[in-house]
């Protein structure tokens, strides 16, 4: 269809009006029309697509923008289109290929052109444009001053760029962060990340420099430990991070066992800490911590059994209410598992466990109903009461029956 350069066409109100003529086209009409319409350029791609389908390939070229001809992706991409193209041309299976070799998640674009040669035949070209990518990685360091930081250290223990990887600029800036943040929980919080890209002699491959300043690390200004029903001062000579010491987050992880620690001698088992608040002030480079939390019950845990006991570190090491300070439902259940396997370890193979709770003064239901104390039921409703001044037991009853004994071993084979 063609419109000659002095005929103006306009739409108003639905209607494809040809101005100066006058004349007016239906709704119906002009919905036909659009229909011819696509049906001819439909016509036209089909016919320009037939001179091609199921034709013999002849040759399949692959041209990888940026790189040597003698690349070995020339031939691996050039086998991937082979086996998903077979020996005669296919549109559908044109998309195929381009599908293909885009799931290897190293192309940026890819062109496809196809042409007949003299016989009759077709040959195709591939031009592909392969992303960048990172051939070399290298971190520069900066000066700093307190706990020591290598390049080992940024590159072994950080999900760092390594050589091959495909970049981008989201890439760069994604692992320049996660530098910055493993820099500042070890209390960097002045640190400085920068990164570089220098094209190499492939266009598509750049080495990548990450310039890395950790400057002075932030001290501590004050701890206060404030646990809500706990009498006695926590020394902060005990703990890594007293005031004046350099500030990390491991060490500060450190301390809250630490204060756990000291909170489990007095038999404050499950106690209650709050997430701990640490403030920076940026003009003195020093951190200002405050944990708080309550103490929780005093718990007493016992395992009853009238042979084979065990001690106090077995039972940390066993028992989940003991080691992480929990009195969660499925920390006693589970403490009750490992009690079986334990002693089903030592040739009690028919041990059975059972746990049973006490509280004092005794808990109530929804209804203010005392639950009674010495049962499992009671175990169910530990971890979701408010226990603050308690007393509570958690007794392992253990039932051992008979031992088996190993005997005789036999080892048959050729």
Do not use: W
Not at 45 to 62: G, L, S, V
Not at 257 to 270: E, M, N, P, S
């Amino acid at each position: 269809m063609q419109v000659g350069k002095n005929s103006r066409v306009g739409i108003s109100r639905g209607h494809l009006r040809f101005k100066g003529r006058g004349h007016c086209l239906a709704p119906t009409f002009l919905r036909v029309l659009c229909i011819s319409l696509f049906a001819c350029a439909g016509v036209l791609t089909a016919k320009a697509q037939n001179q091609y389908e199921k034709r013999r390939i002849a040759a399949i070229d692959i041209v990888i923008l940026g790189a040597d001809t003698t690349s070995p992706l020339i031939e691996q991409y050039r086998l991937t289109v082979r086996n998903v193209l077979g020996t005669t041309y296919s549109t559908p299976r044109i998309r195929d290929a381009i599908a293909t070799l885009y799931q290897t998640k190293r192309i940026d674009t890819i062109t496809v052109a196809a042409s007949l040669d003299v016989v009759g035949d077709v040959d195709l070209r591939f031009t592909i444009k392969p992303k960048t990518q990172a051939q070399r990685v290298s971190i520069e360091l900066g000066p700093s001053e307190g706990d020591s930081v290598s390049e080992e250290d940024l590159l072994f223990k950080l999900n760092v760029l390594t050589p091959g990887t495909v970049i981008t600029e989201q890439t760069l800036r994604n692992n320049a962060d996660e530098i910055l943040d493993y820099l500042r929980d070890r209390g960097f919080y002045k640190s400085t990340v920068t990164y570089e890209r220098r094209p190499l002699q492939n266009e598509n491959e750049v080495g990548v420099t990450f310039r890395v300043t950790p400057n002075t690390q932030a001290r501590v200004e004050s701890f206060v430990v404030n646990m809500q029903g706990y009498t006695k001062p926590i020394p902060l000579d005990s703990l890594k991070l007293e005031p004046g010491k350099v500030y990390s987050r491991d060490r500060l992880l450190t301390d809250i066992a630490r204060v756990r620690d000291l909170l489990r001698k007095d038999d404050f088992i499950a106690p209650d800490l709050d997430e701990p608040r640490v403030t920076y002030d940026g003009d003195k480079n020093t951190i200002a911590i405050v944990l708080t939390g309550r103490v929780g019950p005093t718990v007493e845990i016992a395992v009853d059994t009238e042979t084979q006991k065990i001690g106090s570190g077995t039972q940390t090491r066993l028992l989940p209410v003991k080691r992480d300070g929990t009195l969660d439902y499925a920390a006693i259940v589970e403490g009750e598992r490992r009690l079986e396997n334990y002693y089903q370890e030592q040739g009690y193979f028919f041990a059975s466990v059972t746990p049973v709770c006490s509280v004092s003064p005794p808990l109530t239901d929804t209804e203010n109903a005392p639950i009674a104390n010495d049962t499992g039921f009671l175990c169910q409703f530990l971890g979701g009461e408010d226990l603050m001044g308690r007393e509570v037991q958690v007794r392992y009853l253990v039932e051992l029956d008979r031992r088996l004994r190993l005997t005789e071993i036999r080892v048959r084979g050729t």
